[in-house]
Nanobody, 116 residues
Framework: VQLQASGGGLVQAGESLKLSCVVSGFSVGVMAWYRRSPGKRRELVAQITNGGKTNYAADVKGRFTISRDNAKRTMYLEMNGLKIEDTAVYYC?????????????WGQGTLVTVSS
């Protein structure tokens, strides 16, 4: 399984950005976006099941929307009302179950920089 994230960039506070993550290889189950801000640990931003059930971190709820198109094997993160504190490297994650075990896969990360 390989994950390819894209869509990061430099935006001003209040603007929007949409990230994409394309999956290749075996099919995956739950997918998620994580982020790591400078000096902080990696944290979960949002996750989505195969059936479309979503979960969000408290500080992005209402501003970010996670979605996936299983036919296109792509996951998205639409980010609206971006804040300076959203600046981070965003990573896509996917989980796959095989032979009774869960495996984690990560994309390479895409940098989102929000300026004032």
């Amino acid at each position: 399984v390989q994950l390819q994230a894209s869509g990061g960039g430099l935006v001003q506070a209040g603007e929007s950005l949409k990230l994409s993550c394309v999956v290749s290889g075996f099919s995956v189950g739950v997918m998620a976006w994580y982020r790591r801000s400078p000096g902080k640990r990696r944290e979960l931003v949002a996750q989505i099941t195969n059936g479309g059930k979503t979960n969000y971190a408290a500080d992005v709820k209402g501003r970010f929307t996670i979605s996936r198109d299983n036919a296109k094997r792509t996951m998205y993160l639409e980010m609206n009302g971006l804040k300076i504190e959203d600046t981070a490297v965003y990573y896509c994650n996917a989980k796959r179950r095989a032979n009774g075990e869960w495996f984690d896969y990560w994309g390479q990360g895409t940098l989102v920089t929000v300026s004032s």
